[in-house]
């Protein structure tokens, strides 16, 4: 029976070594690498441009080029990116290698030299690099000395405090309490430490306002503090609150902040309410001075008439007979009834016998035919 073969010691050494040496991928060129920024040249003055290369980065990642005054590799941007020439930077997007090449304009930041060319990345994981560069006929002035002995670090996640009120709803600034735990890991005691609060509408930076917080941190300590943050009236959108100790950046806190609703609600009542007041206002002028005519009454339609009847006609009035009965149609001059009353018109007889009598006048002394 024949025994298994054995490895030789330089097949097991040429094994090992397959093992230990890593698969080629796109990320090797950086795993082991840091990020590094080279450039064309190193001074130049304001209006010209020079080319800013680097490789050891992330690939596919979004890159923020700026040129930053007081600021060294060694202690980086001491004012924060409020000492770079922000209107001047570029972007631009590493390839599958982590590496990048973009020109860039030189501009004087608003503050003195030294001057370096900063970039870091925009999205996902922090990493930065920079590279000196001196802009010709720009001041320069030294650092501001380095604070030994007391040194802040933030120990816990930061967090915001608070809630929107109902002013708020209606464009109130809106405000938190920022709320974060400190330690000092340095050797002396800091006493009465003044944070820098930053907050950041979306992709601008941050504005800063100086906050003190009153207490003593022994080394090796650690304190609670709690700091104001408020924006500005009516604001809304993707805010991010950023904290900063001894030019050093200590954490960020993203804030979302709600659209002030009550502020589009009274802008539409308004557009409503308004036109409606002056349409009254103008109606009422117009009736005003426009001519008053004389007075008349409007014809009543037909259906609106009184319906009380109508009052009835007076009876005719009747002349009394003045007329005396010798002088009466009744009655002739020589006749035998001369000396007899007429009845009166309305005491006669209306039966049909009335009608017959005869009238044939007799003459006196004649009598009639028999």
């Known amino acids: ?6 490895m030789t010691a330089p097949a097991l050494a040429a094994l090992l070594l397959l093992l230990l040496l890593p698969l080629p991928s796109a990320g090797t060129a950086f795993a082991a690498d840091k990020p590094v920024v080279k450039l064309s040249e190193a001074q130049a003055g304001t209006g010209g441009s020079i080319t800013v290369s680097g490789s050891g ?9 700026l040129l930053c005054g007081q600021a060294t590799p060694a202690r ?17 997007t590493t390839d599958a290698d982590g590496r990048f090449s973009r020109t860039l304009p030189v501009a004087e930041p608003p503050v003195p030299c030294p001057c370096v060319v900063h970039v870091a990345t925009a999205t996902g994981a922090k990493a930065q690099a920079d590279a000196v560069f001196q802009v010709a006929g720009h001041p320069v002035e030294p650092l501001p000395e380095q604070t030994t002995g007391g040194r802040l670090s933030v120990l816990s996640d930061t967090r915001l405090d608070g809630s929107d009120g109902l002013l708020t ?3 109130a600034p809106p405000d938190r309490t920022l709320v974060f735990t400190v330690g000092n890991v340095g050797t002396a005691a800091v006493e009465n430490p003044v944070f820098q609060v930053g907050t950041a509408h979306g992709v601008f930076s941050p504005q800063w306002d100086e906050r003190q917080w009153h207490g003593t941190i022994d080394p090796g300590g650690k304190a609670r503090v709690e700091l104001p943050v408020e924006l500005g009236a009516g604001a809304h959108g993707d805010y991010t609150v950023s904290l900063k100790y001894g030019g050093k950046v200590l954490a960020e806190q993203p804030w979302g902040v709600g659209r002030p609703w009550g502020v589009t609600l009274f802008w539409i009542l308004l557009c ?3 036109p409606t007041a002056l349409f009254r206002i103008g109606m009422a002028v117009v009736d005003r001075v426009r001519p008053r005519h004389a007075a008349r009454r409007p014809a009543r339609a037909p259906w609106r008439r009184s319906r009380t009847s109508a009052p009835a006609p007076a009876p005719p009035t009747t002349t009394p007979n003045t007329t005396l009965p010798w002088f009466g149609p009744d009655t002739g001059p020589g006749t035998a009834a001369a000396g007899r009353l007429s009845a009166p018109h309305e005491e006669r007889s209306t039966s049909p016998e009335s009608h017959t009598t005869d009238t044939t006048p007799t003459t006196p002394g004649r009598k009639g035919n028999t």
Do not use: E, Q, Y
């Open 272 to 274: 409503v309410v308004v």
């Open 76 to 92: 980086g941007v001491i004012g924060g990116t409020n000492s770079c020439a922000n209107a001047d930077g570029r972007a631009v």
């Open 169 to 171: 709803w209606f464009g």
């Open 57 to 65: 980065w992330r690939p596919r990642t979004l890159l923020m080029l």
């Open 1 to 6: 029976m024949r025994g298994k073969p054995r």
